[in-house]
T-cell receptor, first 116, second 114 residues
Framework: GAVVSQHPSWVICKSGTSVKIECRSL??????MFWYRQFPKQSLMLMATSNEGSKATYEQGVEKDKFLINHASLTLSTLTVTSAHPEDSSFYICSAREQLSSYEQYFGPGTRLTVT | KNQVEQSPQSLIILEGKNCTLQ??????????LRWYKQDTGRGPVSLTIMTFSENTKSNGRYTATLDADTKQSSLHITASQLSDSASYICVVSALGSGTYKYIFGTGTRLKVLA
């Protein structure tokens, strides 16, 4: 089956610093990747959708200058949280889809970000 | 407005018992409905997927049903095990402009006690 990995699985950073999270599709090429954020006891909230080679589309209320998304290749997307604040502490999950016309999306294992 | 609602929000059952989780949706145009299991601190894992024409789908001890007329789905867990403790998320896909949009339910947190 299709596998999506994320790195790191958890990260602790100081307030004001930036942190990068990687999402890779290991055995397929992902035309589209999605980034979600999940707070405790809540469901996943879509932050942005990125198609390879083009700018990400951000959901309403998500600051694109704070959450930088780069989908430079068909197997890698990165999310950079810039100038992190404690309220950015959350569980970040990516998913990948092979084709625009496919309904199948494969989720990564998530990255726990803690900002101190 | 596309919406997916799940009930109950949380549930506690004893090991070996059965339980049923509910999902009601108002999504158009409907494409398919999927149930995911999410362990704490992990990404969601797909359990079942059903399209408009499917009424039921099983995956081991998990059985999902779909009533496209009433826009309701259920996930039945038989002979629960401690490892079933997780969040269960109902996700409905809508097809529009040649691509799929996913609408997530709020999830049901299941706790199975020994």
């Amino acid at each position: 089956g299709a596998v999506v990995s994320q790195h790191p699985s958890w990260v602790i950073c100081k307030s004001g610093t930036s942190v990068k999270i990687e999402c890779r599709s290991l055995d397929f090429q992902a035309t589209t990747m999605f980034w979600y954020r999940q707070f405790p006891k809540q469901s996943l909230m879509l932050m942005a959708t990125s198609n390879e080679g083009s700018k990400a589309t951000y959901e309403q209320g998500v600051e694109k200058d704070k959450f930088l998304i780069n989908h430079a290749s068909l197997t890698l997307s990165t999310l950079t949280v810039t100038s992190a604040h404690p309220e950015d502490s959350s569980f970040y999950i990516c998913s990948a889809r092979e084709q625009l016309s496919s309904y199948e999306q494969y989720f990564g294992p998530g990255t726990r970000l803690t900002v101190t | 407005k596309n919406q997916v609602e799940q009930s109950p929000q949380s549930l506690i059952i004893l090991e070996g018992k059965n339980c049923t989780l509910q999902c009601n949706y108002t999504v158009s145009p409907f494409s398919n409905l999927r149930w995911y299991k999410q362990d704490t601190g992990r990404g969601p894992v797909s359990l079942t997927i059903m399209t408009f024409s499917e009424n039921t789908k099983s995956n081991g001890r998990y059985t999902a049903t779909l009533d496209a007329d009433t826009k309701q789905s259920s996930l039945h867990i038989t002979a629960s095990q401690l490892s079933d403790s997780a969040s269960y998320i109902c996700v409905v896909s809508a097809l529009g402009s040649g691509t799929y949009k996913y609408i997530f339910g709020t999830g049901t947190r299941l706790k199975v006690l020994a």
